[in-house]
Protein backbone atom coordinates (compact mmCIF):
# COMPACT_ATOMS: atom_id res chain seq x y z
CA UNK A 1 0.00 0.00 0.00
CA UNK A 2 1.23 3.50 0.12
CA UNK A 3 2.04 5.40 3.22
CA UNK A 4 3.06 8.89 4.03
CA UNK A 5 5.26 9.20 7.44
CA UNK A 6 5.12 12.73 9.21
CA UNK A 7 5.26 12.90 13.05
CA UNK A 8 2.30 13.70 14.67
CA UNK A 9 3.76 17.45 16.76
CA UNK A 10 6.41 19.36 17.01
CA UNK A 11 7.41 22.02 19.59
CA UNK A 12 10.04 25.22 18.81
CA UNK A 13 10.72 28.15 20.64
CA UNK A 14 10.60 31.63 18.35
CA UNK A 15 13.68 32.26 16.59
CA UNK A 16 14.84 28.84 16.79
CA UNK A 17 14.88 26.43 13.28
CA UNK A 18 12.82 22.83 13.06
CA UNK A 19 12.86 20.33 10.49
CA UNK A 20 9.91 18.02 9.80
CA UNK A 21 10.86 15.01 8.25
CA UNK A 22 8.09 12.98 5.90
CA UNK A 23 8.86 9.17 4.69
CA UNK A 24 6.95 7.88 1.68
CA UNK A 25 6.29 4.51 0.16
CA UNK A 26 4.04 5.02 -2.74
CA UNK A 27 3.15 3.32 -6.51
CA UNK A 28 5.52 5.67 -8.33
CA UNK A 29 7.27 9.15 -7.48
CA UNK A 30 5.57 12.49 -9.42
CA UNK A 31 7.04 15.12 -7.18
CA UNK A 32 6.44 15.92 -3.71
CA UNK A 33 4.27 18.89 -1.78
CA UNK A 34 4.49 20.72 1.06
CA UNK A 35 1.73 22.23 2.46
CA UNK A 36 0.59 24.87 5.67
CA UNK A 37 -2.41 25.16 7.49
CA UNK A 38 -3.80 27.40 10.05
CA UNK A 39 -6.31 26.10 12.33
CA UNK A 40 -9.94 26.23 10.53
CA UNK A 41 -8.29 27.41 7.16
CA UNK A 42 -7.26 25.87 3.80
CA UNK A 43 -4.12 24.20 3.10
CA UNK A 44 -1.53 26.71 1.27
CA UNK A 45 0.89 25.54 -0.91
CA UNK A 46 4.78 26.12 0.44
CA UNK A 47 7.04 24.11 -2.06
CA UNK A 48 6.97 22.01 -4.80
CA UNK A 49 10.31 18.89 -5.23
CA UNK A 50 10.56 16.42 -8.25
CA UNK A 51 14.51 16.21 -8.14
CA UNK A 52 16.78 15.33 -5.38
CA UNK A 53 18.54 18.35 -3.36
CA UNK A 54 17.40 20.98 -1.34
CA UNK A 55 15.18 24.25 -2.50
CA UNK A 56 15.13 27.17 -0.98
CA UNK A 57 12.14 29.64 -0.81
CA UNK A 58 12.69 32.98 2.13
CA UNK A 59 12.68 30.97 5.50
CA UNK A 60 11.67 28.32 4.27
CA UNK A 61 13.76 25.11 2.22
CA UNK A 62 12.23 21.68 1.46
CA UNK A 63 14.63 18.70 0.90
CA UNK A 64 14.35 15.76 -1.16
CA UNK A 65 16.15 12.16 -1.08
CA UNK A 66 13.98 10.07 -3.59
CA UNK A 67 16.42 7.09 -3.16
CA UNK A 68 15.47 7.09 0.42
CA UNK A 69 11.61 7.94 -0.24
CA UNK A 70 12.59 11.04 2.24
CA UNK A 71 11.68 14.71 2.33
CA UNK A 72 11.88 17.27 5.08
CA UNK A 73 10.99 20.60 5.55
CA UNK A 74 12.97 23.66 7.09
CA UNK A 75 11.65 26.63 8.81
CA UNK A 76 14.41 29.06 10.26
CA UNK A 77 13.64 32.12 12.32
CA UNK A 78 10.61 30.51 13.82
CA UNK A 79 7.88 32.83 14.32
CA UNK A 80 4.80 32.82 16.35
CA UNK A 81 2.38 33.03 12.96
CA UNK A 82 4.47 29.63 11.68
CA UNK A 83 2.16 27.58 14.53
CA UNK A 84 0.08 25.51 12.13
CA UNK A 85 -0.18 21.67 10.48
CA UNK A 86 2.28 21.07 7.65
CA UNK A 87 1.31 18.19 5.45
CA UNK A 88 3.42 16.38 3.16
CA UNK A 89 1.97 14.61 0.11
CA UNK A 90 3.59 12.93 -2.89
CA UNK A 91 2.38 12.48 -6.37
CA UNK A 92 1.89 8.86 -7.67
CA UNK A 93 2.22 7.55 -10.72
CA UNK A 94 -1.56 8.37 -11.00
CA UNK A 95 -0.83 11.85 -10.54
CA UNK A 96 -2.68 11.38 -7.37
CA UNK A 97 -1.78 13.43 -4.31
CA UNK A 98 -1.17 10.71 -1.15
CA UNK A 99 -1.79 12.65 2.10
CA UNK A 100 0.10 12.38 5.18
CA UNK A 101 -1.50 12.97 8.13
CA UNK A 102 0.12 16.52 8.90
CA UNK A 103 2.65 17.16 11.58
CA UNK A 104 1.13 20.33 14.36
CA UNK A 105 4.08 22.83 14.63
CA UNK A 106 3.57 24.69 18.30
CA UNK A 107 6.31 27.69 18.45
CA UNK A 108 6.20 28.65 21.84
CA UNK A 109 7.85 32.55 22.78
CA UNK B 1 -7.77 35.69 -0.09
CA UNK B 2 -7.22 32.28 -2.81
CA UNK B 3 -8.62 32.09 -6.28
CA UNK B 4 -11.05 29.58 -4.32
CA UNK B 5 -14.45 30.23 -3.16
CA UNK B 6 -16.66 27.47 -0.91
CA UNK B 7 -20.24 27.77 0.02
CA UNK B 8 -21.50 27.52 2.29
CA UNK B 9 -18.79 27.65 4.99
CA UNK B 10 -20.61 25.86 7.82
CA UNK B 11 -23.49 23.29 7.59
CA UNK B 12 -25.87 21.61 10.13
CA UNK B 13 -28.04 19.04 8.53
CA UNK B 14 -30.27 16.22 9.40
CA UNK B 15 -29.53 12.74 8.16
CA UNK B 16 -32.81 12.90 5.80
CA UNK B 17 -31.68 16.45 4.25
CA UNK B 18 -30.37 17.29 0.99
CA UNK B 19 -28.28 19.84 0.43
CA UNK B 20 -25.47 21.10 -2.03
CA UNK B 21 -21.74 22.41 -1.97
CA UNK B 22 -20.69 25.21 -4.25
CA UNK B 23 -17.16 26.23 -5.31
CA UNK B 24 -15.74 28.39 -7.88
CA UNK B 25 -12.13 29.34 -8.90
CA UNK B 26 -11.53 32.32 -10.57
CA UNK B 27 -7.48 30.85 -11.48
CA UNK B 28 -8.60 30.14 -15.04
CA UNK B 29 -7.50 26.10 -14.13
CA UNK B 30 -8.60 23.05 -15.71
CA UNK B 31 -8.77 20.43 -12.99
CA UNK B 32 -11.12 20.54 -9.61
CA UNK B 33 -10.77 18.50 -6.39
CA UNK B 34 -12.95 17.35 -3.73
CA UNK B 35 -11.05 16.00 -0.21
CA UNK B 36 -12.75 14.94 3.20
CA UNK B 37 -10.48 16.00 5.68
CA UNK B 38 -11.19 14.69 8.89
CA UNK B 39 -9.64 15.49 12.46
CA UNK B 40 -5.92 13.78 12.73
CA UNK B 41 -6.35 11.58 9.18
CA UNK B 42 -4.79 12.44 5.90
CA UNK B 43 -6.73 14.09 3.42
CA UNK B 44 -9.03 11.88 1.48
CA UNK B 45 -9.33 12.18 -2.34
CA UNK B 46 -12.60 11.79 -3.18
CA UNK B 47 -13.55 12.89 -6.77
CA UNK B 48 -11.79 14.50 -9.86
CA UNK B 49 -12.56 16.37 -12.82
CA UNK B 50 -10.40 17.38 -15.79
CA UNK B 51 -11.87 19.82 -18.34
CA UNK B 52 -15.20 19.07 -16.92
CA UNK B 53 -14.98 15.45 -16.86
CA UNK B 54 -15.01 12.97 -14.20
CA UNK B 55 -11.33 11.00 -13.78
CA UNK B 56 -11.41 10.06 -10.33
CA UNK B 57 -13.75 8.57 -7.97
CA UNK B 58 -12.10 6.84 -4.88
CA UNK B 59 -14.95 4.49 -3.83
CA UNK B 60 -17.13 7.30 -2.51
CA UNK B 61 -20.61 6.47 -1.21
CA UNK B 62 -23.28 7.41 -3.69
CA UNK B 63 -24.55 10.15 -1.03
CA UNK B 64 -22.07 12.12 -2.27
CA UNK B 65 -23.00 13.08 -5.66
CA UNK B 66 -20.37 15.16 -7.65
CA UNK B 67 -21.14 17.94 -10.79
CA UNK B 68 -19.25 20.10 -12.62
CA UNK B 69 -20.83 21.99 -14.82
CA UNK B 70 -17.77 24.24 -16.17
CA UNK B 71 -14.56 24.49 -15.07
CA UNK B 72 -14.99 27.07 -12.96
CA UNK B 73 -17.88 25.60 -10.71
CA UNK B 74 -18.23 22.16 -9.10
CA UNK B 75 -20.98 20.93 -6.55
CA UNK B 76 -21.12 18.72 -3.91
CA UNK B 77 -24.68 17.03 -3.71
CA UNK B 78 -25.42 15.81 -0.29
CA UNK B 79 -28.60 13.35 0.29
CA UNK B 80 -29.23 10.77 3.05
CA UNK B 81 -25.92 11.48 5.15
CA UNK B 82 -24.40 9.86 8.39
CA UNK B 83 -23.06 11.20 11.68
CA UNK B 84 -19.70 9.90 10.75
CA UNK B 85 -19.90 12.34 7.49
CA UNK B 86 -19.22 15.20 9.57
CA UNK B 87 -15.68 16.60 8.71
CA UNK B 88 -14.09 19.27 6.72
CA UNK B 89 -15.00 19.44 2.65
CA UNK B 90 -12.37 21.29 0.75
CA UNK B 91 -12.46 21.76 -2.64
CA UNK B 92 -9.29 22.78 -5.11
CA UNK B 93 -8.03 23.38 -8.38
CA UNK B 94 -4.94 22.96 -10.56
CA UNK B 95 -3.97 23.99 -13.91
CA UNK B 96 -3.42 20.33 -14.83
CA UNK B 97 -3.27 17.11 -13.35
CA UNK B 98 0.50 16.44 -13.19
CA UNK B 99 4.11 18.28 -12.46
CA UNK B 100 4.69 21.25 -10.89
CA UNK B 101 1.45 22.36 -12.63
CA UNK B 102 -0.69 20.10 -10.60
CA UNK B 103 0.02 21.72 -7.61
CA UNK B 104 -3.48 22.42 -6.20
CA UNK B 105 -4.82 25.63 -4.41
CA UNK B 106 -7.55 25.24 -1.80
CA UNK B 107 -10.61 26.81 -0.77
CA UNK B 108 -11.64 27.54 2.66
CA UNK B 109 -14.14 24.33 3.25
CA UNK B 110 -17.30 23.69 4.40
CA UNK B 111 -17.17 22.55 7.93
CA UNK B 112 -20.28 20.09 7.79
CA UNK B 113 -21.97 18.65 10.76
CA UNK B 114 -24.44 15.74 10.45
CA UNK B 115 -27.10 15.04 12.87
Known amino acids: GQNIDQPTEMTATEGAIVQINCTYQ??????LFWYQQHAGEAPTFLSY??LDGLEEKGRFSSFLSRSKGYSYLLLKELQMKDSASYLC??????????WGAGTKLIIKP | ETGVTQTPRHLVMGMTNKKSLKCEQH?????MYWYKQSAKKPLELMFV???????ENNSVPSRFSPECPNSSHLFLHLHTLQPEDSALYLC??????????????FGPGTRLLVL
Open chain 2, 92 to 105: ASSQELAGAIGTQY
Open chain 2, 27 to 31: LGHNA
Open chain 2, 49 to 55: YNFKEQT
Open chain 1, 26 to 31: TSGFNG
Open chain 1, 49 to 50: NV
Open chain 1, 89 to 98: AVMDSNYQLI
